[in-house]
């Protein structure tokens, strides 16, 4: 939702910087996973509860954001001067640290495919190709959807769109919290 969103507001560009984002965090939980980090985090309950709690509090801010975001013309001249590459990175980065399914995800995966024989080599390769693969999938999200003939036909739909994906979110964080 994070990087359709980055496409239809703000432009392909910065889509695809939160898709380097989100893949840097694959690499993030690659890294714990790999170490043993998270398997400490999901075996202490409370340091995975608080995990939780402030992922909830991230993912309610965003979709506060998206669902109180004023309508954004979708005219080349508006998205260049809401161009910020840097904070979109950061963006698709914390989502995807903090978010606790991906935590569990990886100890699951990485439980599966980790025996006492396997290399270093081989963890760091698992790591980084679902790191590129996610990042090519997004990267393909960012131009579907920053497509201009489909941002074009569907532009009235856009600020209403975005208040779904922060409705959604919102849902999600409250889950979190329950």
Not at 1 to 29: D, E, K, N, P
Not at 131 to 155: D, H, M, P, R, V
Request: proline share 3%.
């Amino acid at each position: 939702m994070l990087v359709t969103r980055q496409s239809l507001r703000f432009g392909r560009t910065v889509a695809i910087w939160a898709s380097a984002g989100i893949a840097t965090g694959i690499i993030f939980h690659s890294f714990i996973a790999i170490t043993g980090v998270s398997l400490l985090i999901s075996s202490n309950p409370d340091l995975f509860d608080w995990l939780k709690m402030i992922a909830a509090v991230y993912i309610a801010y965003l979709g506060c954001l998206s669902f109180f975001a004023k309508p954004n013309p979708l005219n080349n001249e508006n998205r260049k001067h809401n161009e910020n590459y840097l904070g979109s990175y950061v963006l698709g980065l914390i989502t995807n640290i903090l978010n606790p399914k991906a935590i569990l995800f990886f100890i699951t995966l990485f439980t599966v495919v980790v025996n006492e024989t396997t290399t270093t080599i081989l963890l760091v390769f698992y790591g980084l190709y679902m790191s590129i693969t996610t990042f090519i999938w997004f990267t393909g999200i960012s131009y579907i959807f920053s497509n201009q003939a489909l941002t074009k036909k569907y532009e009235n739909f856009i600020p209403v769109f975005e208040k779904v994906i922060g409705i959604i979110l919102i849902i999600i964080a409250i889950q979190l919290f329950l």
